[in-house]
């Protein structure tokens, strides 16, 4: 260091980085994410075979067992899962919805799965 | 049932992780993107990821502290942000924002310029450099510490701080001959 300007440089930048505290919005949406993580049982996810997936009549088990997970931590890992398939194109009708439902759900499980996997 | 008895353990091991660093991830976040929408984006991402990962950190790291770990994350998360754009931060760190946000009027009225002055040379270092100064200054990480999360040596890491802090005072000195 050269002489007395970094002392007087290093009290400057410990004043000019100070800590930044995160927004109240976004610890709260973290831990309701892990804490809806860490509610999903390991067992429940790896019931989430695609094969059930394809069945209409088993989609709402895992969804809602997303949905009981927490609105934010759910929403949260769903847009991860929507990365995915950015330029995914519009589709219409009862088809191309289901078509979206059950990639969704794939991809929620996947993610989830990947999430919550202990080594 | 032991299996669900140690993820419980895990959990709150990893709450207690969380809860210990969030404004230290939030920091080097703020600091290294320069916005605060990123720099939550960036926090997220890096918890979810330093959970999928805990139980095998804990394992590697024989007790260490794990903060290098999660800054590492996020630096790695933060490299890839800017690869996926190609580029650098569009704009330098809101000075009047973060200045108004974490500094008491008292000291905004003493030294505002000198502060933005030296926020303003920081953003001017070269990653490396500007990285190892957040870490020591904006979380008083140790040598030690930065020298894990950046994936160097003990030594290499003390001459990146010193060069950083030589060439920000360089770059501060250039400045004031500017505005005379």
């Known amino acids: ?119 | 049932m032991t299996e669900s008895k140690s993820k419980r353990q895990l959990d709150d091991e990893f709450s207690d992780l969380y809860r210990a660093h969030l404004r230290d991830v939030y920091s080097y976040a703020y600091y290294r993107v320069g916005n605060h929408h990123d720099a939550e984006d960036l926090t997220e991402q890096t918890f979810l990821q330093a959970y999928r990962h805990f139980e095998r950190a804990q394992r590697e790291s024989e007790g260490r502290p794990l903060r290098p770990w999660l800054i590492r994350i996020a630096h790695n998360l933060a490299a890839n942000l800017y690869r996926d754009r190609s580029r650098k931060p569009s704009a330098p760190i809101d000075d009047t924002t973060t200045l108004a946000a974490v500094h008491t009027t008292e000291e905004l009225v003493e030294g505002r310029d000198e502060l933005a002055r030296v926020l303003e040379g920081v953003t001017q270092l070269p990653d490396d450099r500007r990285e190892a100064l957040i870490m020591r200054f904006a979380l008083g990480m140790d040598n030690r510490e930065i020298a894990r999360a950046l994936g160097r040596s003990d030594g290499a890491t003390k001459v990146l701080i010193h060069r950083a802090i030589r060439q920000l005072e360089g770059i501060i000195a250039t400045e004031a001959e500017g505005t005379k």
């Open chain 1, 1 to 119: 260091m050269s002489g007395d300007v970094a002392p007087q440089l290093e009290h400057l930048l410990r004043q000019a980085l100070a800590p930044v505290e995160p927004p109240d919005d976004l610890a709260l949406r973290l831990e309701r994410t892990l804490q809806s993580l860490s509610d999903l049982a390991a067992e429940e996810l790896e019931s989430w075979e695609l094969r059930a997936m394809r069945d209409p009549r088993n989609w709402a088990r895992p969804a809602a067992a997303v949905v009981v997970g927490g609105a934010a931590g759910a929403a949260l890992v769903v847009l991860r899962a929507r990365r995915h398939h950015p330029a995914a194109p519009a589709r219409s009708g009862i088809g191309g919805a289901r078509d979206v439902a059950e990639r969704a759900l794939r991809d929620v499980g996947t993610e989830a799965r990947r999430v919550i996997r202990r080594g």
